[in-house]
């Protein structure tokens, strides 16, 4: 369904087209743009308390910069709705993360208004800083340079690494602080605790809007002028906050707290910071979900509500008349507290995640033993570490495409040191919507590598349930389970633990001339194709391989003897992947079977429903069908079913 914009909006295709209207005009533009946010969300589903709360500043950033030439840097993604329809793709916006729509984050082939392509949290600032240092090695001292950085993402070391550099480069930097308490779960830390002993400081917010006024007229007191009101500027903040002020201290000028909802005020403080050079940050507090009262009430489960009526607020679940799968991240939530209830010494970590990996479970029923440590990977590895140095069982759970920024933590702190770490990897394989910032693609084939791991993947909610009860046995070391977002298999899934024997698979069933190897929940996929292929007199074996790491010699050494031909079926990358480890035996043991290899091909997955990537990338049902149909025999009789 085509969304109809309102009447200044509908006008806008372009920021042009924006700055032709009057200062006066930009809250009735901002108020349009909301509700289109609004009513193509509620019909298409998308991210949504992100984008709402940064109408006014997104307005305004268009309507004071000079974009595409100034450089305009949004952190993350989840919150550039607003401008990705400001920016010639009103259109198009009934296509946000559709498969073959545009993305659901701004990403640099789609716009040249996107000058920057985010997912990941916290690249802002740096990559802000570099295009600012390349704008003065070519001369171009007139162009502006804006990141938009949330205070959840502000949390992550790459966000300091960069305002530690910026602080001694002198480029025209503006970081905008977009300050809501949120990132999709409320923010938790000192900098939390900073930033808002900043906003209620009614003297300093008294205090900064006089200071704002002589900083307007520096230019004309001369240069010795403006080094010493600065150096009295800084010194007075830090006398109200009763602090040194974090930002001033790594030679940044800093301004605010603004409303980040007057977008009146914003676009012209934007104008007067774009005159003033060097490093600056604009402190903004707007509320995540601005606009739509229950996105304001319940921030967390509008983050990304999926589709909702836009009159009621009710958000639309499809209604079964059975039991259903559970999702494999609440099978992780409930079993880490029942694990927990046995053994004292688990503990559980998440960076920032708490309902998406459902640890907020844990958290509820043990608040003293899990620990969310805000949007920082490496940090959330090396105190899973530490941790596990005292004798306690950290269970560190990590969206798989987030895990690849604590890389060197996993080797240098954990796998060297044989820490029984366990990790849980959410979100393995193709994620959905989201998008290729998103997928876990990679995770076996850069684990895999790494000396002292084990490394499984659950085909079912059972298996994922034991996993994570051999994970915390004695002497395990690190531990690797990973595991896809969605649903599972099983209705009936809570079932008595059972211990897994280290690097041990499964057979599922005999077969004839092909078998099929297959990791983690893609095996359910075989199951489905294996039963249409039986119909039609094709009897593949099938194995579950269940560890990546060790393999399951044993069982290899029965599947090269008895097939000629094998297919690898992995929901991941084929480079480095479980296929890869296969043949790496196969050589190793000089055996001459013929290897299909099907999985994630060696490029990068755009955005749709995880079934449709997952025949796009040819390791779904009917793509394992077809490759088993051309290389098996048909049977006339039924001599290998079971």
Same mark, same amino acid.
């Given at each position: 369904?085509q !969304? ?12 042009a087209?924006l700055?032709?209207?009057? #200062? ?6 901002s108020?349009?743009?909301r509700q ?10 998308g ?13 305004a950033?268009?309507y ?16 550039a709705?607003g401008?990705?329809?400001l920016?010639?793709r ?7 993360r559709i498969?073959?729509?545009i993305?659901?984050? &701004?990403?640099i082939?789609?716009s +040249?208004?996107?000058t ?9 600032i ?8 390349a ?8 162009r ?8 959840? @993402?502000m949390?992550?070391?790459?966000a300091?690494?960069g305002l530690?550099?910026a602080?001694?480069e ?6 905008i602080?977009?300050d ?18 900043i906003?209620?400081?009614k ?5 900064r809007d006089d200071?704002s ?15 010493y009101?600065?150096k ?10 009763k602090?040194?002020?974090?930002? +001033?201290?790594?030679?940044f ?5 603004v409303d ?6 914003l ?6 910071l774009? @005159?003033? &050079? ?8 707007t509320?995540?979900?601005?606009g ?7 921030q967390?489960i ?7 009526d836009?009159?009621?607020? #009710?958000i ?12 494999y ?7 880490? !507290? #029942?694990l927990a ?11 920032a995640?708490?309902?998406g990996s459902s ?5 509820k ?5 899990a620990?969310?440590?805000g949007?920082?990977e ?16 950290p269970?560190?759970?990590i969206?798989?495409s ?6 060197d ?7 060297i ?5 366990v990790?849980?990897?959410d979100?393995?394989g ?6 290729a910032?998103?997928?876990g693609a990679?995770?076996i084939a850069?684990m895999?590598?790494? &000396?002292?791991?084990?490394?499984s993947?659950?085909?079912?909610e059972?298996?994922l349930r ?35 024997e ?10 004839e ?6 990791i983690?929940?893609v ?7 294996r ?8 009897? &593949?074996?099938?194995?579950d391989?269940?560890? !990546?790491k ?22 991941g ?10 043949l #790496?035996?196969m050589?190793?043991?000089?055996y001459?079977?013929?290897v ?5 091909p ?15 990338c ?13 290389v @098996?025999?048909?049977r006339?009789?039924?001599t290998?079913?079971?």
């Amino acid at each position: 369904m085509q !969304v109809k914009a309102g009447p200044l909006l509908s006008k806008i295709n372009y920021p042009a087209d924006l700055k032709q209207y009057g #200062e006066s005009d930009l809250e009735q533009i901002s108020q349009e743009l909301r509700q289109y946010i609004i009513d193509v969300v509620s019909v298409n589903g998308g991210h949504f308390g992100s984008s709402l709360g940064v109408v006014e500043l997104t307005v305004a950033l268009h309507y004071a910069l000079n974009t595409p030439y100034d450089k305009l840097v949004w952190d993350v993604g989840h919150q550039a709705y607003g401008h990705k329809i400001l920016t010639g793709r009103r259109e198009l916006f009934h296509t946000n993360r559709i498969y073959k729509g545009i993305s659901g984050f &701004p990403k640099i082939s789609e716009s +040249e208004y996107d000058t920057f392509g985010v997912g990941h949290s916290s690249t802002s600032i740096s990559a802000a800083l570099g295009m600012a240092v390349a704008s003065q090695l070519k001369g171009e001292t007139n162009r502006q340079h804006v990141a938009v950085i949330g205070d959840g @993402a502000m949390t992550a070391g790459l966000a300091f690494e960069g305002l530690n550099h910026a602080g001694i480069e002198n480029s025209n930097v503006l970081v905008i602080l977009n300050d809501n308490c949120m990132s999709i779960d409320p923010n938790v830390g000192a900098l939390k605790e900073y930033l808002t002993s900043i906003t209620i400081s009614k003297s300093y917010n008294r205090f900064r809007d006089d200071i704002s006024n002589v900083l307007a007229g520096l230019s004309k007191l001369g240069p010795n002028a403006h080094k010493y009101v600065k150096k009295i500027e800084k010194s007075i903040k830090g006398t109200l906050l009763k602090q040194s002020n974090l930002f +001033e201290a790594l030679n940044f000028r800093y301004f605010g707290p603004v409303d980040g909802h007057d977008v009146t005020r914003l676009a012209q403080v934007i104008k007067d910071l774009s @005159a003033i &050079p060097g490093p600056k940050l604009l402190h903004c507090i707007t509320v995540k979900g601005k606009g739509f009262a229950l996105a304001e009430k319940d921030q967390t489960i509008w983050h990304a509500p999926g589709l909702f009526d836009k009159i009621t607020g #009710e958000i639309k679940k499809s209604v079964q008349d059975k039991p259903q799968p559970p999702k494999y991240q609440d099978v992780f939530g409930h079993t880490m !507290v #029942e694990l927990a209830g046995a053994n004292e010494k688990i503990v559980g970590i998440t960076p920032a995640m708490p309902s998406g990996s459902s640890l907020n479970i844990m958290m509820k029923a043990m608040p003293k033993r899990a620990f969310d440590v805000g949007i920082a990977e490496q940090h959330a590895v090396t105190f899973s570490a530490g941790l596990a140095t005292q004798g306690l069982v950290p269970f560190c759970n990590i969206y798989s495409s987030f895990m690849q920024r604590a890389y060197d933590q996993v080797i240098h702190d954990v796998a060297i040191q044989k820490l029984n770490v366990v990790f849980c990897l959410d979100r393995a394989g193709l994620a959905g919507a989201d998008g290729a910032t998103h997928h876990g693609a990679y995770d076996i084939a850069y684990m895999r590598c790494i &000396p002292n791991l084990v490394i499984s993947s659950p085909m079912n909610e059972e298996e994922l349930r034991n996993l994570m009860f051999t994970a915390q046995q004695e002497n395990m070391g690190p531990f690797v389970i990973r595991y896809p977002r969605g649903n599972g298999v099983m209705p009936d899934w809570k079932r008595p633990f059972k211990a897994l024997e280290i690097g041990k698979g499964r057979k599922i069933c005999d077969g004839e001339e092909v078998a099929l190897l297959t990791i983690g929940h893609v095996g359910n996929f075989a199951v489905e194709a294996r039963s249409d292929l039986n119909s039609e007199g094709i009897y &593949p074996a099938h194995y579950d391989l269940r560890f !990546v790491k060790p393999l399951d010699e044993q069982m290899l050494h029965e599947v090269f003897s008895k097939y000629k031909y094998i297919i690898t079926v992995e929901d991941g990358s084929l480079p480095g992947g479980v296929g890869s480890a296969i043949l #790496e035996f196969m050589a190793d043991h000089h055996y001459n079977s013929n290897v299909i290899r099907l999985g994630i091909p060696d490029q990068f997955i755009d955005h749709g429903e995880q079934p449709e990537l997952w025949a796009e990338c040819g390791y779904d049902k009917d793509a394992i069908a077809t490759a088993v149909r051309k290389v @098996a025999v048909k049977r006339t009789t039924n001599t290998m079913a079971g």
